[in-house]
């Protein structure tokens, strides 16, 4: 029993994994993927009931399409609730609950979570950071913390 709790309390940690939803193509390329913006969507790993939805730039070409390409620190967020809502684990206040990589090696893109008790509301943050310098570009959702109606 107790290896299942260890095991769990080590999965809650866990960044999220994000679903592609769409994308549309902003710049056409001769070679290679199109520039993009892609849609995805994930499940906070330590909150049931709430699902965020990312738009973020991926460069083409042919630097993109072989991974080599640094995407633009442009994204933006919107999270919802989409059911009861249910806390899995202690949270942490400025949590990592999703990441991606936005170029072979320095930079990611990531959101973090906060909880705003006097307001009964979750703050999701999305932003860019590097290893020696991050992006001011970001992007916040909130959401409040309420009675589901089934």
């Not at 290679?32 to 913006?37: E, L, Q, T, V, Y």
């Not at 860019?128 to 992006?135: C, K």
Request: aromatic share 10%; charged share 25%.
């Amino acid at each position: 029993m107790r290896f299942l709790t260890v095991l769990v309390l080590w999965l809650a940690a866990i960044p999220a994994y994000a679903e592609e939803i769409g994308s549309v193509d902003t710049v056409w390329k001769l070679l290679g993927a199109n520039h993009k913006i892609i849609v995805e969507v994930f499940d906070d790993p330590k909150v049931e009931g709430v699902s965020c939805f990312v738009s973020r730039a991926k460069t083409g070409g042919i630097s993109g399409s072989l991974g080599l390409a640094e995407n633009t620190s442009d994204a933006s967020i919107a999270c919802r609730q989409v059911g009861p809502i249910k806390f899995l684990a202690e949270l942490e206040e400025g949590e990592e609950v999703f990441g991606r990589r936005s170029s072979i090696l320095f930079k990611r893109i990531q959101v973090v979570r906060f909880f705003d008790e006097k307001r009964n509301t979750l703050v999701y943050l999305t932003y860019s950071d590097r290893l020696i310098e991050g992006s001011p570009k970001n992007s916040i959702s909130a959401v409040v913390i309420r009675p589901w109606a089934e």
